[in-house]
Structures are given as structure tokens and as C-alpha cells.
């Protein structure tokens, strides 16, 4: 009773959160500073001197903090463009001559939301990093927001995301995140750990489906299904239930994959605990520029193996 309480106050503190956010951020306004003038001519003369030095020193004040602040971004760039640094060259060499064809389907991980640049996410680092000088890789990103495992089955009939399937040298999967989150709306009142393993169970059946109609369609690709991370292990580390919750759900997709014999399953959970580093978006669920990154580098380590 007490656990099921815990996790219940959990996602309404999750979900006030998110609202508090939504709304500051979109009617936030910095205070503006109305002075008035009650002095003589001679105090005003005073005053305006005075009043120009603190200005001088408050733009001199700003300007030094604009410079830190620039310095900062320029060093969070910096760290961002050369996080992948290490595997180019190698991914580059994977990839030359071959020509290859990769297709990614799944949710919102996948189409990239929270990406700053709406550059696609860690798909679309994936595709700048193989790509940079020439084009060694034709990659195609059928990700949709919102997906769950059910919703991605339909997508997979889709004629257009049949055909790059059936076409694909290799296939990348985010999916079952809004499986997770479709308990907690048909559950919030109530939220127990049972609602999330009896779901777990048709998980498991509809991820199946989903690499049997893969499968169907292509079964020479190379198919990477890529884990969960646990977003509210930041906000939440003394509720034991929500990581319980990402790490079944996780083994979930890795016996899977293991069933399958061109199925791997790429961990990401490990990539999302640095408490130093921001890795999430402004929404604190989807990877910022740096949590794609991340997951693109992981992404490259294990698809840039010859002999899995």
C-alpha cells in the first residue's frame, strides 16, 4: 500500500512538473524596473553621474558574464562535436564502398524530439557522422512521436516503410516507452508495480510480432533494438519501483532480440546517470543535444562490428 502510494505521488509530481515547466516557459517574463525621479536639478545632476557609473559597471558586469556564458556554450559545443571523435574515422571505414541502406522506425527517441536543432536526433547525428564527407550510407528515419509497440506494428505495413524494410541492410528500433507511460494513464489513480509486469507480459508478445513482421520482410537485415533509459532517476532515486520498472522492461527487449538471429540489443540505461552533465531536454523526458549524442555514439560502437 505504501509502495503503490509512492509511485502514484511520483507521476502526479512528474506530470506537475512537466505543466509547471510548459507554463513558465511560455509566460515567464523578465521584471522591468520603473524608477522615479524626485529630486532637484542639482541632485539629478548628482544622480545622473552616479546612475551612469553603475551602468557602466552593470554593462561591464553583463559583458563579463556574456563572455562566461559564451565561453561556456563554445566548451559545451566543443564537447558535443568531438564526443564522436573517436569512432569517425572507424565508422567511416566501416561504411566505405558499401553503400549501405539503414532505416529507423520506432517513437519519439527516434524521430528526435529534444533535439535542439530539429536535426533528427541521434538518427540524424548517425547519418552527419557516416555521411560527412560522402555519401557512404542511404539512411531513412520513419520515427513517430508518441508510438507504442502496437502502433508501430500498423506503421510497418505501411507500404512506403514495408519497402525500406524489405530494402535495409540494417533496421534501428526505439519502441516501448509509451507502452510504460500508457500504464500510468489508464492506471494513475491506482499505480501499482503489478499493472506495469502484467503489462510487460503483452509487451513482450507485440515486440515479438514486431521482429516477426520485420523478419518477414527482410531476414538478412541486421535489426538493433535500442533500451530504455530511466528519466526520473534524477528527480526520483529513492523510488527503487521506477528503475525496477526500466530494467524489466529492458530484459524484456534483450531476451527478445536474443531469440532472433540478426537481433541485437543495444543498452542505453548506463548512458543517462552522469548527474554532472544535462542530458535531457527541456521536457526532462526526451535526450537533449548531448543525451543524443550519447546514444548515436553508442548506436555506431555496435553497428560498425564486423562479426557480431
Same mark, same amino acid.
Given at each position: &500500500? ?7 505521488? %511520483? ?16 509566460? /515567464?517574463? @523578465? #521584471? ?15 544622480? $545622473? ?32 562535436? $568531438? ?35 530539429? +536535426? ?15 555519401? /557512404?550510407? /542511404?539512411?531513412? $528515419?520513419?520515427?513517430? !512521436? ?5 502502433? *508501430? ?5 505501411? #507500404? ?7 530494402? +535495409?541492410? &540494417? ?6 516507452? $509509451? ?7 489508464? =492506471?494513475?489513480? /491506482? ?16 515486440? !515479438? ?5 520485420? @523478419? %518477414?520482410?527482410?531476414? @538478412? ?9 530511466? #528519466? ?9 519501483? *521506477? ?14 532480440? @536474443? ?27 526526451? #535526450? ?5 549524442? !550519447?546514444?548515436?555514439?553508442?548506436? *555506431? =560502437? ?5 562479426? !557480431?
Amino acid at each position: &500500500m505504501k509502495r503503490r502510494l509512492l509511485i502514484s505521488l %511520483s507521476f502526479i509530481l512528474i506530470v506537475a512538473t512537466g505543466l509547471f515547466f510548459f507554463i513558465f516557459s511560455t509566460n /515567464h517574463t @523578465e #521584471p522591468v524596473s520603473q524608477h522615479k525621479i524626485e529630486q532637484s536639478e542639482d541632485n539629478d545632476d548628482k544622480t $545622473n553621474v552616479h546612475d551612469d557609473k553603475d551602468e557602466n559597471e552593470a554593462e561591464n558586469d553583463s559583458t563579463d558574464d556574456e563572455t562566461d556564458n559564451a565561453d561556456q556554450e563554445d566548451e559545451s559545443t566543443s564537447k558535443v562535436k $568531438n564526443i564522436l571523435t573517436e569512432v569517425v574515422q572507424g565508422t567511416v571505414n566501416f561504411f566505405s564502398n558499401k553503400n549501405l541502406s539503414i532505416v529507423a522506425v520506432g517513437d519519439s527517441l527516434t524521430q528526435g524530439v529534444g533535439d535542439s536543432e530539429n +536535426a533528427g536526433g541521434y538518427v540524424g547525428i548517425i547519418d552527419r557522422t557516416i555521411n560527412e564527407d560522402e555519401q /557512404h550510407a /542511404h539512411i531513412q $528515419n520513419f520515427g513517430k !512521436r508518441g508510438d507504442r509497440t502496437d502502433q *508501430l506494428l500498423i506503421r510497418l505495413d505501411d #507500404p512506403k516503410v514495408a519497402t525500406s524494410i524489405s530494402d +535495409a541492410d &540494417m533496421v534501428l528500433i526505439t519502441i516501448g516507452a $509509451n507502452d510504460i507511460m500508457q500504464v500510468v494513464k489508464e =492506471n494513475f489513480t /491506482h499505480l501499482t508495480y503489478s499493472k506495469f509486469a502484467e503489462e510487460r507480459v503483452d509487451y513482450e508478445e507485440r515486440l !515479438r510480432d514486431v521482429f516477426d513482421r520485420i @523478419e %518477414s520482410l527482410n531476414d @538478412e537485415a541486421d535489426v538493433y533494438l535500442i533500451g530504455f533509459y530511466n #528519466p526520473f532517476a534524477k528527480f526520483f532515486p529513492d523510488i527503487d519501483e *521506477l528503475g525496477l520498472i526500466v530494467d524489466d522492461w529492458n530484459a524484456v527487449g534483450k531476451k527478445v532480440t @536474443e531469440d532472433y538471429n540478426q537481433a541485437t540489443y543495444i543498452p542505453t540505461k548506463d548512458l543517462f546517470v552522469d548527474e554532472d552533465i544535462e542530458l535531457f531536454a527541456d521536457d526532462h523526458f526526451h #535526450p537533449n543535444d548531448r543525451g543524443y549524442e !550519447r546514444m548515436a555514439k553508442r548506436v *555506431l =560502437n555496435y553497428i560498425t562490428v564486423e562479426d !557480431r
